[in-house]
């Protein structure tokens, strides 16, 4: 979440790799999590 801070998005989301459909405004957003570099994040971006 700390990256998408950095690059001026908003992190709204995720989908987990065996996942078929993503987790908008999850639960627990304080909580750590392992995060694989298969999962993907749903941003609200300003451009480019």
Not at 3 to 10: A, D, P, S, Y
Not at 41 to 46: A, D, H, T, Y
């Amino acid at each position: 979440m700390v990256r998408g801070r950095q690059r001026n998005e908003i992190v709204i989301g995720y989908r987990l790799a065996q996942a078929e459909r993503a987790i908008m405004n999850p639960q627990g957003k304080s909580e750590p999590r392992k995060w694989s570099v298969d999962d993907v994040f749903v941003v609200i971006s300003l451009g480019e």
